[in-house]
């Protein structure tokens, strides 16, 4: 969701196609477009080849993609949120990652 519309922005920006990055990235435009709709997700490979050819932070692009992928698990679920509070008060993440 968030993560198809950052990499809109930024093709935008640079005045590229669909179908230049689709190329670059070896797949069809018709996928390429999939991605930045969020109907499809991208492989984690093609979040780091666009964050080269949109010469932008792959932190940025894979904290997006990342947030939609953990979207996707836990939207329907009654305690998804819940379960994200939890996450970010665990002393386990956050003595691992010094971070959250």
Same mark, same amino acid.
């Given at each position: ?13 640079? &005045? !590229? *196609?669909?179908?230049? #990055? =689709? ?13 930045? %709709? ?21 932190? &940025? !692009? *894979?904290?997006?993609? #990342? =947030? ?13 949120? %819940? ?18």
């Amino acid at each position: 969701m968030y993560f198809g519309k950052r990499i809109k922005e930024l093709r935008e920006e640079r &005045e !590229l *196609l669909q179908r230049q #990055l =689709a190329a670059s990235l070896e797949i069809d435009t018709p996928m390429y477009s999939k991605i930045e %709709r969020g109907d499809r997700r991208a492989k984690r490979e093609h979040v780091l080849k666009l964050a080269e050819l949109l010469d932008t932070d792959p932190n &940025e !692009l *894979l904290m997006l993609w #990342l =947030a939609g992928q953990v979207y996707e698990i836990i939207k329907d679920e009654e305690l998804g949120l %819940r379960a994200i509070d939890y996450i970010k008060e665990s002393s386990i993440l956050s003595s691992k990652s010094g971070k959250l």
